[in-house]
């Protein structure tokens, strides 16, 4: 079952140069993969990026990924269909996070000419889907990325930066690495998901412990995200939210609370995944800019009389 709930915002902040690469201090780790152990020096590091590295390993090793890979198959698609809404061809683009390129998949040749799909996973980048889009694979950290300045066209993300430590730091990388006028599109999830599993969770401990902890990781909030990405140094933002519901057939016996409380009348449990969809542009001169304040020639005022002046129009001609 997926139900749907879309709400648009938007953000336009001026003209911002592009971030110095003395600000982000990352080009000496020439292959883009975290050395074990190493952290961004300015984040609380709430992620084992090691770790994460082994989990995305181990998960591509398995015989039928496809079987589980259902909600980044939607995801990904998604973000393609946000490309092809652009009206203009991309030659270079990079997927960040790739996993097994559930983008690219969706791409086709005319609109992408070259695509770099980076991943802190080798076994992920092993296994990448088929494109007809010539791809790169480069072995790459999200905190950490090797390319030059002033790169890629297009940079997408699909459900890969809820796990970095730094998401300001990782949002200027990308800025860095676009072209003027190039744009990023990037999905991740949102803080509503899976609300009906720490709903219960904190109710259970509550009542058995009297107090309760974090069970899943945190997420980042919609407004703080338009605020991360115009500090960045995109502008003309856009970021809209989905909610993708999915009906399990059961769950452990660890987890009846969940069922007593949220399943359907089918018995089925439900999740539901907010995904944050964000587009953000690098600035470039050729770029629509908003008017100076107060250079307006018409009123707010005066618009209710626009039909008026259109009938009387009508009647002259």
């Not at 990924?65 to 909600?71: A, G, H, Q, S, V």
Request: charged share 25%; hydrophobic share 40%.
């Amino acid at each position: 079952m997926l139900r749907l709930t879309r709400v648009w915002l938007l953000w336009r902040r001026p003209p911002a140069a592009g971030v110095p690469a003395k600000n982000l201090g990352l080009r000496k780790v020439a292959s883009g993969v975290s050395p074990p152990g190493s952290a961004s020096p300015r984040a609380v590091n709430i992620f084992d990026r090691d770790l994460k590295r082994k989990q995305k390993n181990w998960a591509a090793r398995q015989p039928e990924p496809r079987k589980f890979d259902y909600l980044k198959e939607e995801v990904g698609s998604r973000i393609a269909d946000r490309v092809y809404d652009i009206a203009r061809d991309f030659p270079l683009a990079l997927d960040l996070g790739c996993g097994r390129g559930y983008i690219a998949q969706h791409l086709n040749k005319e609109t992408v000419g070259k695509f770099f799909q980076a991943d802190i996973a080798e076994n992920a980048l092993k296994n990448t889907l088929e494109t007809e889009i010539p791809t790169v694979s480069v072995l790459a950290d999200e905190e950490f990325l090797p390319f030059r300045e002033n790169t890629f066209d297009l940079v997408v993300s699909s459900l890969s930066l809820h796990w970095v430590n730094d998401l300001p730091r990782a949002l200027e990388q990308i800025h860095y690495v676009l072209k003027p006028d190039g744009v990023f599109l990037g999905a991740m999830f949102g803080g509503d998901t899976l609300y009906e599993l720490r709903c219960s969770l904190q109710l259970a401990e509550t009542e058995r412990e009297g107090g309760f902890s974090p069970h899943v990781s945190p997420f980042t909030a919609v407004n703080d995200l338009g605020h991360l990405l115009g500090r960045a140094g995109f502008n003309t933002l856009t970021v809209d939210t989905d909610e993708i519901q999915v009906n399990y057939p059961g769950m452990f016996e660890l987890m009846e609370d969940l069922q007593e409380m949220y399943r359907n009348e089918d018995g089925s449990v439900p999740a539901t995944y907010q995904i944050y969809y964000m587009i953000g542009w690098k600035y470039h001169d050729s770029q629509a800019r908003p008017a100076e304040r107060g250079s307006a020639t018409v009123s707010f005022g005066e618009l209710g009389k626009i039909n008026s002046l259109m009938s009387q129009e009508k009647k002259s001609q």
